[in-house]
């Protein structure tokens, strides 16, 4: 590793930033296709509530400590967690944690990828004008022809890649920060017109009962552990995304209200997906416990009996296409950075390589649902092996680790003086990430592992 190298470690142009693009990795398919339709299976309000719970005391620590080790380490998380453990003079096996989020944001990519091509599909569907006023069968078939072509899936999973790859390669600042200075604002956008459209719809008051009403028959153990481990998902948390753009923070910014707003940003962004999606859903007289078609079935289908309906559509979709694009640039940044920075690959090169190993296991994902759907393993297909094996797994040792490493290992000092916090506020942040955040986890992953039925 060269010292020139590591000297031009780039850096995002203002704090704002560095909050947009962090926005941007955490708002994804995971606020506008997973956070609604789990809400709708855990009984909506009570959940909400527990989520919120989980996201200050167990994700808000983390993400601060993500931010933090990759501030100071001021490097791609694998070259980081080295130069890290010798400053704290510890086991340099705790570099472990990069090449695990390294590994992890590669299997998560090859899978999202396939999602993202979904949502592009969908925008190309939209256009056609293939929901208007179809019925359910029609619907259905049309989610089902999709993903039983393995030619079409295909297709768009290469146009996810591309359009992934072509941002990283541009760099931090031509790539990552243009391309989220841009899309997040319009994302938001599009939310907001979204939900002025909906508080007139006769949905709308329902949606908010479901959503806000806590009901709390409908919990159980398990509503906590769903909600935890939704927030590691959403969050970005404990694959070295956060702690890569954490990396290229400018010194001055404070680490805590950065990561404060960012938290702020995705939960607001989830809710007010759940403020379009639900009122939609409920104006149409249907059920808002749809499971994973929540997004790619039920809402086409009351889109399509509604009078704006074919705009609305178009436009959700670019929607989530968008909120996928800006995550899956952060799945792929701690890879192409560690190329970058450890052996000086060309950022063009380290993402076209990146992304052709990533496409290349993106494959099997998508042929799961077609071809090779007879390959299974527990029951579940390869995606949901892929699915399951990261965000049950991979994710929450990751935090953990993180957590244990920011608490226990770093040298308080050190973790004091680039927190920027002294007093009673840095013994929270150490309470929170030393035992609290990694016996949250443990919860989850024990959880994740089928260990409570
Ligand atoms: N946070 C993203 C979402 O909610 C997914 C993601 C996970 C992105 C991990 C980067 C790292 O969709």
Not at 261 to 289: K, Y
Not at 400 to 427: H, K, Q, V
């Given at each position: 590793m060269s010292a020139q190298h590591l000297e031009s470690h780039p850096q995002w142009s203002t704090r704002l930033a560095f909050i947009l693009a962090s926005a941007g990795s955490a708002v994804g398919l995971g606020n506008i296709w997973k956070f609604p339709y789990i809400m709708g299976d855990n009984g909506g309000g009570a959940f909400v509530l527990i989520y919120l719970g989980c996201l200050l005391i167990v994700a808000t620590p983390i993400l601060i400590s993500e931010v933090m080790l990759g501030r100071r380490s001021r490097s791609n998380p694998i070259s980081g967690m080295a130069k890290l453990s010798r400053e704290?003079?510890?086991?340099?096996?705790?570099?472990?944690?990069?090449?695990?989020g390294v590994l992890t944001g590669f299997l998560i990519l090859s899978y999202y990828s396939v999602v993202m091509g979904w949502a592009l599909?969908?925008?190309?569907?939209?256009?056609?004008?293939?929901?208007?006023?179809a019925d359910?069968?029609?619907v259905e078939g049309i989610f089902t022809s999709l993903v039983s072509n393995p030619g079409t899936l295909l297709f768009w999973h290469t146009v996810a890649m591309l359009l992934t790859i072509t941002v990283v390669a541009r760099g931090v600042r031509g790539g990552l920060e243009l391309a989220t200075r841009i899309m997040m604002p319009l994302l938001i956008a599009i939310l907001v017109l979204l939900f002025g459209y909906n508080i007139g719809t006769s949905g709308f008051a329902p949606a908010m009962e479901f959503m806000f009403a806590p009901d709390f028959s409908r919990v159980t153990g398990e509503t906590f552990l769903v909600a935890l481990g939704h927030a590691f998902f959403t969050l970005s948390l404990g694959m070295g995304a956060i702690m890569v753009y954490g990396s290229y923070m400018p010194a001055n910014a404070s680490i805590v209200k950065a990561g404060i707003w960012i938290i702020v940003l995705d939960t607001a962004i989830a809710l007010l997906a759940g403020m379009v999606i639900f009122p939609i859903v409920f104006s149409n007289g249907m059920s808002p416990e749809q499971g994973a078609g929540l997004i790619f079935q039920t809402l086409?289908?009351?889109?399509?009996?509604?009078e704006w309906g074919y705009w609305l559509a178009i436009v959700l979709f670019i929607l989530v296409s968008i909120a996928a694009w800006t995550s899956a640039i952060s799945l792929v940044e701690p890879a192409v950075s560690y190329l970058y920075e450890r052996f000086g690959v060309r950022r063009l090169y380290s993402a076209i390589?990146?992304?052709?190993?990533?496409?290349?296991?993106?494959?099997?994902?998508?042929?799961?649902?077609?071809?090779?759907?007879?390959?299974?393993?527990?029951?579940?297909?390869f995606f949901g092996i892929m699915e399951f094996l990261t965000a049950n797994i991979l994710l929450p040792a990751g935090g953990m680790l993180i957590a244990l490493f920011a608490a226990w290992r770093m040298r308080?000092?050190?973790?004091?003086?680039?927190?920027?916090?002294?007093?009673?506020?840095?013994?929270?942040?150490?309470a929170l990430a030393a035992v609290v955040a990694p016996a949250g986890v443990a919860l989850v992953f024990l959880n994740g592992l089928g260990l409570f039925g």
């Amino acid at each position: 590793m060269s010292a020139q190298h590591l000297e031009s470690h780039p850096q995002w142009s203002t704090r704002l930033a560095f909050i947009l693009a962090s926005a941007g990795s955490a708002v994804g398919l995971g606020n506008i296709w997973k956070f609604p339709y789990i809400m709708g299976d855990n009984g909506g309000g009570a959940f909400v509530l527990i989520y919120l719970g989980c996201l200050l005391i167990v994700a808000t620590p983390i993400l601060i400590s993500e931010v933090m080790l990759g501030r100071r380490s001021r490097s791609n998380p694998i070259s980081g967690m080295a130069k890290l453990s010798r400053e704290a003079g510890v086991s340099p096996a705790w570099q472990l944690i990069g090449w695990m989020g390294v590994l992890t944001g590669f299997l998560i990519l090859s899978y999202y990828s396939v999602v993202m091509g979904w949502a592009l599909a969908y925008i190309e569907k939209a256009a056609d004008g293939a929901f208007v006023g179809a019925d359910a069968d029609t619907v259905e078939g049309i989610f089902t022809s999709l993903v039983s072509n393995p030619g079409t899936l295909l297709f768009w999973h290469t146009v996810a890649m591309l359009l992934t790859i072509t941002v990283v390669a541009r760099g931090v600042r031509g790539g990552l920060e243009l391309a989220t200075r841009i899309m997040m604002p319009l994302l938001i956008a599009i939310l907001v017109l979204l939900f002025g459209y909906n508080i007139g719809t006769s949905g709308f008051a329902p949606a908010m009962e479901f959503m806000f009403a806590p009901d709390f028959s409908r919990v159980t153990g398990e509503t906590f552990l769903v909600a935890l481990g939704h927030a590691f998902f959403t969050l970005s948390l404990g694959m070295g995304a956060i702690m890569v753009y954490g990396s290229y923070m400018p010194a001055n910014a404070s680490i805590v209200k950065a990561g404060i707003w960012i938290i702020v940003l995705d939960t607001a962004i989830a809710l007010l997906a759940g403020m379009v999606i639900f009122p939609i859903v409920f104006s149409n007289g249907m059920s808002p416990e749809q499971g994973a078609g929540l997004i790619f079935q039920t809402l086409p289908l009351a889109l399509g009996a509604m009078e704006w309906g074919y705009w609305l559509a178009i436009v959700l979709f670019i929607l989530v296409s968008i909120a996928a694009w800006t995550s899956a640039i952060s799945l792929v940044e701690p890879a192409v950075s560690y190329l970058y920075e450890r052996f000086g690959v060309r950022r063009l090169y380290s993402a076209i390589g990146a992304g052709i190993a990533t496409w290349t296991l993106g494959v099997f994902s998508a042929l799961s649902f077609n071809l090779i759907d007879d390959v299974t393993l527990f029951g579940k297909n390869f995606f949901g092996i892929m699915e399951f094996l990261t965000a049950n797994i991979l994710l929450p040792a990751g935090g953990m680790l993180i957590a244990l490493f920011a608490a226990w290992r770093m040298r308080r000092a050190d973790s004091s003086e680039e927190l920027g916090l002294s007093g009673g506020a840095y013994r929270l942040w150490w309470a929170l990430a030393a035992v609290v955040a990694p016996a949250g986890v443990a919860l989850v992953f024990l959880n994740g592992l089928g260990l409570f039925g």
